[in-house]
C-alpha cells in the first residue's frame, strides 16, 4: 500500500548576498526529494534582511513572518552585506533575524558538527583527531545571560564606573530545552552530555538538577554531565566522546562556533532552530559572502543540510532527509567540489553544477 501523499508549506527566506543562490539549489533538492518519497512542498517565498529594507523599509516586513508562521517549517539563506553596513542609520538586515526568531519563539538551536571523511583534511585538529567526528550542539537560544534582568551600566561604592548582566534561567525554559535535546539525542546515537558550570553558578545549579529530573522521561538516553571549561577543552583533544552537547545560550554560543572550526568548513554546516509548536527555522551557520555574491561560487550544500534538517528535525520526514544526506555524501565520493573545499585531484564546479550534481546523486539519469 502506497503512503498517501503528504503536503508541506515551506516558506523561503532567500534574500542577500550568496542568499538566493544556494535557496535555489535546497529548493530543487526537496521538490525532486518529496517526489521520490511521496511529499508534495507548496513554496513560498518572501522578503527579509536587507532585500526586505529596501522594499519596504523594514527586515522584517509583517506579511514575512505572517507567511513564516503559517508554513510548516521555513528556510533561511543569509541576510546582510557591505551595502547595509553603511548606509542604514536606524534598521540593520540582521535585526530582521532576531526578530524572525523572536517571533517564530524558537528557544532551541541545533548546530551538527561532522567531520566528513572526504574532507578529513579541512579539519583544524590532527586526523587522528578528527577522523569520525559526528556531534550535535543544542544551545538554549532565546534566555541566559543574553536576556537576563537586571543588566546595564552604574557605579559601586567606590564610584566607579560598573556594566553587570544576570544569569537568569527558570525551570520551564531548562525543561523544555532538556526535552528537545533529550528527543535529539534519541534521534542520533542517545547520549547526552549537559555542559554547565554547576561548581560556580546557581542557575548552572537548577540547569543540572532540572536535567537530570527530564533525564527519567528518557531512560533510553544515556546522561553525562561536563564543566563548561573541561567541555571546551575535550572539544578539541577528543571530540569523538561527544554524541549530543545541551547547554545554555552563551555557553552554547561559544561552544558552537568551536565545535564547527573542527570541521573546517563553513560552506558545509547547516543549523536548526525549534520551537515547542509551530514551525522550525533552518539555514546554513554561514552568512551572506557578499565577496562571492552573484558569481556561481558558492557552496550550497550547507543549504541542502539544511533542508535535510528541516525534513527530519521540523517534519518528522526521517526518510526524505536521509535521502539528502546520503546524495551529499555521494556527490562529494564523486570528487565535486566548490571552492571552499577544494583540493587537488577533485573537479572544482559552481553553486548551481553542485546543485545539479546532488540531483543526480538523488536519481540518477541512466
Ligand atoms: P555573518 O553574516 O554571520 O556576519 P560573516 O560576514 O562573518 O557572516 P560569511 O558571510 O559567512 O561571514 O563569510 C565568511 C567567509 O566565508 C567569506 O570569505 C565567504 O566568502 C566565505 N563563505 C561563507 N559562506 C560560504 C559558502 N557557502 N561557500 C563558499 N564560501 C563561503
Ligand atoms: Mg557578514
Not at 578528527?130 to 534582568?149: N, P, Q, S
Not at 567606590?158 to 525543561?175: H, L, P, R, S
Not at 522521561?217 to 571549561?229: A, C, G, K, R, T
Request: glycine share 10%; net charge negative; aromatic share 6%.
Amino acid at each position: 500500500v502506497a503512503t498517501p501523499t503528504r503536503h508541506y508549506i515551506i516558506t523561503l527566506l532567500p534574500d542577500d548576498g550568496i542568499g538566493p543562490e544556494v535557496i535555489s539549489v535546497a529548493k530543487n533538492v526537496l521538490q525532486l526529494t518529496g517526489s521520490l518519497e511521496g511529499i508534495e512542498f507548496g513554496f513560498k517565498e518572501m522578503p527579509v534582511g536587507g532585500a526586505a529594507l529596501d522594499l519596504t523599509g523594514v527586515p522584517l516586513p509583517e506579511e514575512t513572518l505572517l507567511a513564516a508562521k503559517q508554513s510548516d517549517a521555513v528556510l533561511l539563506g543569509a541576510i546582510g552585506g557591505y551595502k547595509w553596513d553603511k548606509n542604514q542609520k536606524h534598521f540593520k538586515p540582521e535585526i530582521g533575524l532576531l526578530q524572525l526568531r523572536e517571533g517564530l519563539k524558537v528557544f532551541a538551536n541545533l548546530r551538527p558538527a561532522c567531520v566528513l571523511p572526504q574532507l578529513v583534511d579541512a579539519s583544524t585538529l590532527k586526523k587522528e583527531v578528527a577522523e569520525g567526528v559526528d556531534l550535535m550542539v543544542v544551545r538554549e537560544l532565546t534566555g541566559g545571560i543574553y536576556f537576563g534582568k537586571p543588566r546595564g551600566f552604574g557605579t559601586n561604592e567606590n564610584g566607579d564606573e560598573i556594566g553587570f548582566n544576570t544569569e537568569v534561567y527558570a525551570t520551564y525554559e531548562i525543561d523544555r530545552i532538556a526535552r528537545v535535546a533529550f528527543e535529539t539525542a534519541r534521534k542520533r546515537g542517545r547520549k547526552l552530555c549537559s555542559v554547565d558550570k554547576a561548581n560556580v553558578l546557581e542557575a548552572s545549579m537548577l540547569w543540572r538538577q532540572r536535567v537530570m529530573a527530564i533525564s527519567s522521561e528518557y531512560p533510553d538516553v544515556e546522561l553525562s554531565h561536563m564543566y563548561v571549561d573541561n567541555a571546551a577543552m575535550q572539544l578539541v583533544c577528543n571530540p569523538k566522546q561527544f554524541d549530543t552537547i545541551i547547554t545554555n545560550n552563551i555557553f552554547g554560543d561559544i561552544l558552537s562556533d568551536e565545535a564547527s572550526m573542527i570541521t573546517g568548513s563553513i560552506g558545509l554546516l547547516p543549523s536548526a532552530s525549534l520551537g515547542e509548536a509551530g514551525p522550525g527555522l533552518f539555514e546554513p551557520i554561514h552568512g551572506s559572502a557578499p565577496d562571492i555574491a552573484g558569481q556561481d561560487k558558492a557552496n550550497p550544500l550547507a543549504t541542502v543540510l539544511s533542508a535535510a534538517m528541516l525534513l527530519k528535525y521540523g517534519l518528522g520526514e526521517e526518510k526524505a532527509s536521509q535521502r539528502i544526506e546520503t546524495a551529499v555524501l555521494d556527490t562529494l565520493n564523486r570528487g565535486f567540489r566548490t571552492g571552499d573545499i577544494y583540493s587537488e585531484g577533485n573537479k572544482l564546479v559552481g553553486c548551481k553544477d553542485m546543485g545539479e550534481e546532488v540531483l543526480n546523486s538523488i536519481s540518477p539519469k541512466i
